[in-house]
Each structure stands twice: as C-alpha cells, then as structure tokens.
C-alpha cells in the first residue's frame, strides 16, 4: 500500500552554475521529491513524461519502493527546463521552458494510489492540484507547494486549493505574494485564517520558518562549503519532510518539526552534486550522520540567567 | 572593577522606516551596546561626545552600573546619523553623516577600565581600534566589528588589527567582503587562519552563524510580527552576547552559543522601538520569558530515524 504519494513534474533540466554545466538531466518536481522520500516510505509518483523519456534512467527508484504506475508517458516530449545561477544560488533565473506533454496532461491517479496518507502537490497548474485532490479519499495531510506564475496568473484557482489543504511548503517570496503581506508571522497567520492549519516556509541556506495556529518552530539550513547545484532542494526538501511524515504516519506539531529538520539534511545533500545524482547514490547511514552533525550545529545546552 | 569595556560611538540619529519617523533621538553603536550589556555586567563606555549632547539622557545607565568615566565632552557638536529603511528592514540607507567630534576624537581608555576581560571594539576607524587595544592589558577576549567603509577604504589597517582580536562580530555582507569569499564556512575559516578564534556572523532576520577552529554553531531569529526600527540591532546583539561572556566570566564554545542566542533575544527587543526606548525600559523578567519562548522555538526534540 502506498502510503505517500506525489503529483508534479518528470523533467530534463539544463543547468549552469558558476561551478559547473550539466545538460538534459533529470529534473522535475516529482522526481526530486520522490528522490528523497523514497528513503522514508514508500512512494507513488504520478506524472507524464514524454515518449523520448528514458525510463531506465529512474530504474533504480523501484529498488527503493517507488510505485511507477502513475506515470504516463505520453505522445510528444519531456518537459524541458533550461536555467542558470549566480554566485547567490538563492535565485534561479529561467531561460527557457518547453512544456511539452505537460501542455495538455491531466493527473490520473491510479486506484491503488487512492488511499494514501499523506499527498504532495508539487508546483503545477491549481486546477490540477484540485483535480487530483478530487481523486484521492481521506489522506491525513495534503501539502501543496505552487509558484510566482500561478500566483500572478490564477490566485483565485490557487486560493481555492489552498483552502482545501492542509499544509503549504513554500518559499518565501511565495509566501510574501500570496498573503500579500511581507512580514513571515502575518503572512502565516493570513494563509492559516483560510483553512491550511500549517505553513512551512523555505528561505534557501537560511533555513525554514514553520508556523501552525499553536506554534512556530525555525530550523537553520545545513552549512555546506560547496554547493554545486541548487535545483531541486526545495523539492527534495519537500520529499525528506513528507517521508518522513509518512514514516511516522502522523502530522502531528512535534512530527513537522522533526519533519523539517529531516527534509533540511535531505536538501543539503541534493545540492551538493547535478541533478538528482547525490542523493541516488546516498546510503541512509550518511543521513544518520548528517542529521548527527545538523543537531550539532543547533545545541546551546540551556542558558545561565 | 569594569568587567566588559566598550569603545565605540554615542550618537543623534534621525531614522525613517515604513512605520514612523524618530529625529534627533539617542544612537550610537557604543550606546546601544551598553544599554543590552548592562542588564548582564558592568560596563565601561569608551566614546565621545560634543557639548551639546544631553547628558541626563543616558543617566539611566548609571542605575546599571554603566561606568561613564571613559565618556570624553569634546568641543563641538556630536556624531549625527540619518538614515532611513525600506520594507525590507535588513539594508539600512544612509541619508547622512556628520562626523562631528568624531573626526578628531582619539580613544582614552581611563586606568579603572584598563583590566577589563572583555572589550568590544564597536565600528570605529581601524587605527582606533588597534589603539585602543594598545592601552588594556591581557583581556579573555577581545571583539571587533567594522563596516563596508573601513573595509574598503583600510583594508591593510583594519586586517592589522583583526590578527590582534579572539573574535569578530559582523554581518554576511562584511565577512564576505573582508574574506573576499562568497561561502560562509570558507570565508570564516580564511578570518579564522589569519588569527581570530571565533567568526559570529549576524544575518539579521535570519539569525546568526558561528564559526571555530572546531564547530559551527547556528541560531535564527526570533519571529517577530512588528518590526519598527532596526537601527543598532548589531549593536545590540553584541551588548547581549558579551554581557553574557562577562557575566559568565569565559570565552568557551559553549558560552559563546548561549551568549549569540541571548544577544539575539536582546536584538528582538531592540527592534521593537525607535531608538534605544525599548531596552531602556525593558525588564529583566521579559528578557527570561522572551529566552523561553525562543527555545520554544527552535526544539524538535529527536529525531525518529
């Protein structure tokens, strides 16, 4: 039974860096995401690719449990991402995108897949978030990530789905444009007055600001002297936060929290490397280890006032 | 006896932010500095100002056991600076300087404060820092913080001095730009091989990064919903975390991580008020409940993993 299950992109990313080029290699929302969480729970993936997709390129997720039988593949070709950075690889700037089979493409989530606990909706078209929600029974939690385009172009198809959502991954620009509102504590409260009873916000090496209608939690980023590639490492974030949720199959305040700081050690691992190649060849015994190390970075023992 | 000396500037600001607009009011990195550390330990101020300052203004130091005897009354008018923010409360735009009795001044250490194990080089002229660190005798730990302008224009002078400090206090923009090095772990450790033990990083909203010859430390900020004036928000952190070395009475990694989490609670006060009012009027008790409910903040217990 799959327990987690993720809706976004399957793509092919041309990326430059300051350190480096990498052309058409694997990208895309859904992969990073499944990626990452396929380490924590079992994993359904449901996306389209196009005929010229090499499958035997994502064999290797099946070894860890990933259920492929909702990814289409369809007439035409893979969606095609083209983007570069700068020295601050908190930014990435686009130079082209070829939607491809993601032109026309409506989710179908397989019977099998219905049931599942914990659904992401990576960043794709509202109106189709909303249609795979409409496919899937009770999950204990539905998160949704989205982007500037879709709140420029479709806020109130947005605004729909988030009211049917339970947490929002975000970064926050997004944050600030979708609450209008560009303090983190406003903005948060704004989304949680509308129905999510979460919102974890992503700030890039500056770690991730979490706030639910009890609490807010802030967990740094990891600190990494090399990093090679950021694309990617909010979904991967997403996809060490949801497995993790999914592994300990609750939502609880104090789950997200561990969750956060889970999804935080998997990004850092996704961006030390092109594309998705750190974290396919990552052992769970490194990620023992890193998280040992983050926690490090984040004890104080208590305060002598 | 003087425990923690500081040597810096005692100023009239005119401030503008989003929120309200303050002329002529109390600044100064010296003051706001002395105003966070007092609540911890003795201080001793190093500074100048003109005749036409007010001092029955900072009498309310005195009742901290704030030692003035290092204030010198120059001829002339004090230091003013204007400046205003925009939404994003992180760069400060300078409108204006008048450097004032400032431009002549040459730091006294009075002979009472001469033993003093903590001294805090505020952001001053470089050839005044060394200076002053020619007239204490062996401090625990002696901190410097500079800005942009001395790291362009005495570059040679302000790196003499760094050699002479146990640890810097200054933002990303300036580790960067004294490391010339974009990454924070790599241009920490280029400042650390030059001499200094310790590198505290202030990030503002994002909290802080620390970093020794053998850990990383990370704190972040303390969410705040209302944030009207940043000015000497730096100098406040800093008054926080070297009153808490002083009270403590050591330098070690450990001391240092509670010490940036308690500058940090001082930092989310100051922020609070134009001006130095709010930490003026501050309690200690606030100081302890708002330390809580940052702890609060950044718990997460243990990972399931």
């Known amino acids: 039974m799959i327990k ?176 209008k509102e560009h303090n983190l504590v406003k903005g948060a409260r704004k989304i949680i007055d509308q129905g999510p009873s979460c919102v974890v916000v992503k700030r890039g090496e500056y770690g991730v600001f979490m706030m639910n209608r009890d609490e807010v939690f802030l967990a740094p980023a990891f600190p990494l002297e090399d990093i090679f590639d950021p694309t990617g490492a909010g979904d991967t974030f997403a996809g060490g936060f949801m497995g993790y949720l999914a592994n300990i199959g609750d939502a609880s305040s104090e789950t997200i929290k561990q969750a956060i700081v889970m999804g935080t050690v998997m990004a850092s691992f996704n961006v030390e490397d092109f594309s998705i190649n750190r974290i396919k060849r990552l052992a769970y015994n490194e990620i023992r280890e890193r998280y040992t190390a983050f926690k490090g970075c984040m004890n104080f023992g208590e305060c002598r006032i």
Chains 1, 2 share one sequence.
């Open 4 to 179: 987690l299950l993720v809706a976004g992109t399957v793509a092919y990313d041309s990326i430059e860096t300051p350190f480096g080029k990498a052309e058409n290699v694997l990208g895309g929302s859904a992969l990073h995401f499944t990626n990452a969480a396929s380490f924590f729970a079992d994993v359904g993936i449901v996306a389209a690719v196009g005929k010229d997709f090499k499958l035997s390129d994502i064999e290797f997720l099946k070894d860890r449990n990933v259920d492929m039988s909702g990814l289409a593949i369809d007439e035409g070709k893979t969606f095609r991402w083209e983007g570069k950075y700068g020295y601050d690889l908190n930014q990435a700037i686009t130079l082209k995108t070829e939607l491809n089979v993601i032109e026309t493409y409506k989710p179908h989530v397989p019977e099998g897949f219905r049931n599942a606990d914990f659904l992401f909706l990576a960043n794709i078209d509202p109106e189709l978030q909303a249609h795979v929600i409409d496919q899937v029974r009770s999950p204990t939690a539905i998160v949704l990530d989205t982007m500037n385009f879709w709140i420029e172009h479709k806020y109130d198809q947005l605004m729909d789905v988030i009211r049917r959502v339970h947490m929002l991954v975000i970064n926050e620009a997004e944050l600030r444009e979708i609450a």
